[in-house]
């Protein structure tokens, strides 16, 4: 009987295996029922692999027949049944050749290539890693196997899947489909300001490309290994304030249209602008001595941010009595009520700032330009913008109005396109989730082929 000493022998059930049909030739079996230093039950199958034929016994050199030399035994990992691992211990025929003198070990036919395991236990793996809802760790617990084995068969299955070999490197697959609207983003990779950008098909939400860094020349590679066929049938890019990417586009496809995300102009108004007037004015207020008006600048920003109409839901759901949040009485939590009076403060404010006046104008106008479909009338409302921005004569309202003027032409081309960056914006936060939940990533090339996977999988 084969037993180690870190192993305690539970019971022998003699003639069983667990699923024989993926054993072709698995003869004479006998199983115990063990557990191991892990506290994991596991099934110790022992058994000979049969000669089905007379090609293992010919001498892959001078073709010869082969003598029987004994006898060696090979230890194969096998589909696990439940939460209990299977080990095979296969003996196996050694044969010498009496002509070159050389040995032969006979083939396993279902033995895993570059793996020692079945190929049973390799699909059961591979089946797993195409959920994307298991860590490498579990996967590796649930299996029997090391972490670091799931790792290199999933690196294994996405290399297959996505790349090619181009003579000796390989490369990334040539996407099987044309894309019409196209949309960039970078996303951090590690601390120390380490960037990596990634291209997506705005309609499928497939990761098309990534390579390190933010710079234009990641827009060159893309294009370059797509080509100038597949890249006109591509009619528009959504991105963010990026002038690298925009002039990338416009230099290699002029005929592509660069439509910059509504969400970044709106950030950008929101904590250039709104939040540093909030502060230029309450820092002017302490220092000409009116304390109560800089006292009514706190706990603001997020008001004057708001737009009238969101203001008016929430002082309506104030007068009905509804709850910000119910509370929990486990845990002592108190109950948050709703504060009213939102819009009469946010009036109050106006009225007493014309910078704030300024900034509820800008976004009003904002607001009617991104509501448009026609070019020239959202031109008419960002020139409007702009006029208001030069008439303040604040440094931040001339910050923003330049933002506009330098980005003029992907910001019009919205009106039309009605294109946004939220698909890629919510790929990079599941991009932190797939980090997350592998605990960090030191193989980037591995990560980033798990990302492109990611992306296409559509959970039934």
């Given at each position: 009987m084969h037993t180690n000493r870190s192993v305690t022998i539970r019971q022998t059930i003699p003639g069983t295996v667990v699923y024989p049909e993926s054993l072709t030739g698995f003869i004479n079996q006998t199983t115990e029922l063990i557990t191991n230093d892990s506290k994991q039950l596991v099934y110790n199958i022992y058994g000979e692999q049969e000669v089905v034929t007379d090609e293992d016994s010919i001498c892959p050199c001078c073709k010869t027949h082969m003598h029987v030399h004994g006898q060696i035994t090979r230890v194969l990992k096998h589909e696990s049944k439940g939460k209990t691992a299977c080990r095979l211990f296969v003996k196996v025929t050694r044969f010498k050749c009496p002509k070159c003198h050389k040995t032969h070990v006979q083939q396993i036919p279902y033995e895993c290539q570059n793996h020692r395991m079945t190929t049973a236990l390799y699909k059961q793996i591979t089946h797993y890693l195409e959920q994307h809802d298991t860590s490498l760790k579990k996967i590796a617990k649930n299996c029997g196997v090391d972490s670091h084995t799931v790792k290199a068969i999933d690196k294994e299955r996405l290399l297959n899947k996505y790349t090619t070999m181009e003579g000796s490197r390989r490369k990334l697959k040539k996407p099987s489909e044309y894309s019409r609207y196209l949309g960039i983003d970078?996303?951090?990779?590690?601390?120390?300001?380490?960037?990596?950008?990634?291209?997506?098909?705005?309609?499928?939400?497939?990761?098309?490309?990534?390579?390190?860094?933010?710079?234009?020349?990641?827009?060159?590679?893309?294009?370059?290994?797509?080509?100038?066929?597949?890249?006109?049938?591509?009619?528009?890019?959504?991105?963010?304030?990026?002038?690298?990417?925009?002039?990338?586009?416009?230099?290699?496809?002029?005929?592509?249209?660069?439509?910059?995300?509504?969400?970044?102009?709106?950030?950008?108004?929101?904590?250039?602008?709104?939040?540093?007037?909030?502060?230029?004015?309450?820092?002017r207020l302490i220092e000409e001595g009116n304390f109560s008006q800089a006292r009514s600048l706190k706990r603001c920003r997020y008001l004057l941010m708001s737009s009238p109409k969101t203001l008016e839901r929430k002082d309506a759901l104030a007068n009905q009595g509804i709850l910000l949040d119910s509370g929990d009485v486990l845990f002592r939590k108190e109950p948050k009520i709703r504060k009213g009076g939102l819009k009469k403060r946010y009036n109050q404010l106006l009225k007493e700032n014309e910078l704030f006046f300024a900034i509820d104008l800008v976004k009003e106008e904002l607001t009617q330009a991104y509501s448009t479909r026609d070019e020239d009338e959202m031109a008419d409302h960002l020139t409007h913008v702009v006029e208001i921005c030069e008439g303040t004569k604040n440094v931040h309202f001339k910050w923003f109005s330049n933002l506009i003027l330098k980005h003029w032409n992907g910001l019009i081309s919205h009106a039309v396109l009605r294109l946004s960056n939220g698909k890629i914006e919510g790929i990079n936060n599941r991009i932190k989730t797939v980090r997350r939940m592998s605990y960090g990533f030191r193989d980037d090339e591995y990560f980033f082929l798990k990302l492109m996977d990611m992306s296409r999988y559509r959970p039934a």
């Open positions: 970078e996303f951090k990779l590690h601390n120390g300001h380490q960037y990596a950008t990634h291209i997506i098909d705005l309609e499928t939400g497939h990761i098309l490309w990534i390579a390190f860094g933010k710079k234009k020349q990641i827009v060159y590679d893309f294009i370059n290994h797509v080509g100038d066929k597949w890249m006109c049938h591509v009619k528009a890019v959504s991105c963010d304030m990026n002038a690298y990417f925009y002039s990338a586009f416009k230099e290699m496809c002029p005929w592509v249209q660069v439509v910059y995300d509504r969400f970044h102009v709106i950030k950008n108004l929101n904590d250039k602008v709104i939040a540093m007037v909030r502060k230029d004015e309450q820092r």
